[in-house]
T-cell receptor
Framework: TQLLEQSPQFLSIQEGENLTVYCNSSSVFSSLQWYRQEPGEGPVLLVT?????EVKKLKRLTFQFGDARKDSSLHITAAQTGDTGLYLCAGDDRDDKIIFGKGTRLHILP | NAGVTQTPKFQVLKTGQSMTLQCAQDMNHEYMSWYRQDPGMGLRLIHYSVGAGITDQGEVPNGYNVSRSTTEDFPLRLLSAAPSQTSVYFCASSHGASGTFSYEQYFGPGTRLTVT
């Protein structure tokens, strides 16, 4: 079974700072998805990265897929309190199983 | 469109009881899945289905059964509830595994289950 490891597990920073969280694996994925989950709700899709080296931007969020398609990063510029939440990465196993990392719990302090 | 709906939102069971968690989607998605979410464990795949009549086991299938008689519905059955099954359960759906973005999932709001 392929594994996705996310780091850091927890991150608490001041509003306005920049941050990067990571999603790593020893396996190759055809695509990776990033989700954000708020308390009491289901995860919501932010982006899908497909091509090795791909960079996608969603306002202040920048997502990058590693050249070898084994890892991905999420960079947030000038974090806001509304960015607080659990960030999850997910990828497709070879057998059509979609697996998730354990997530990075992000807390932005006002 | 309602998207992915789950019922009930909350449930308390006694050890040994059985119950069915309902999940339905109105997006004509082929792929549906069930996850459980426990503190510090992320989302773990229980069972999934790539289409009506087809189901397969995920990472943690023991103690759970599923069926997929229609495209819209994917119920999860707990056969004999145990305290270890206390968790938040999420159902999700996505387009069929035939295109680039087939793994983008839409999640329901979750069912919070407590087994005493």
């Amino acid at each position: 079974t392929q594994l996705l490891e996310q780091s850091p597990q927890f991150l608490s920073i001041q509003e306005g700072e920049n941050l990067t969280v990571y999603c790593n694996s020893s396996s190759v994925f055809s695509s990776l998805q990033w989700y954000r989950q708020e308390p009491g709700e289901g995860p919501v899709l932010l982006v899908t990265v497909v091509t090795g080296g791909e960079v996608k931007k969603l306002k202040r969020l920048t997502f990058q897929f590693g050249d070898a398609r084994k890892d991905s990063s999420l960079h947030i510029t000038a974090a806001q309190t509304g960015d607080t939440g659990l960030y999850l990465c997910a990828g497709d196993d070879r057998d059509d199983k979609i697996i998730f990392g354990k997530g990075t719990r992000l807390h932005i302090l006002p | 469109n309602a998207g992915v709906t789950q019922t009930p939102k909350f449930q308390v069971l006694k050890t040994g009881q059985s119950m069915t968690l309902q999940c339905a989607q109105d997006m004509n998605h082929e792929y549906m899945s069930w996850y459980r979410q426990d503190p510090g464990m992320g989302l773990r795949l229980i069972h999934y289905s790539v289409g009506a009549g087809i189901t397969d086991q995920g990472e943690v299938p023991n103690g759970y059964n599923v069926s997929r008689s229609t495209t819209e519905d994917f119920p999860l059955r707990l056969l004999s509830a145990a305290p270890s099954q206390t968790s938040v359960y999420f159902c999700a759906s996505s387009h069929g595994a035939s295109g680039t973005f087939s793994y983008e999932q839409y999640f329901g709001p979750g069912t919070r289950l407590t087994v005493t």
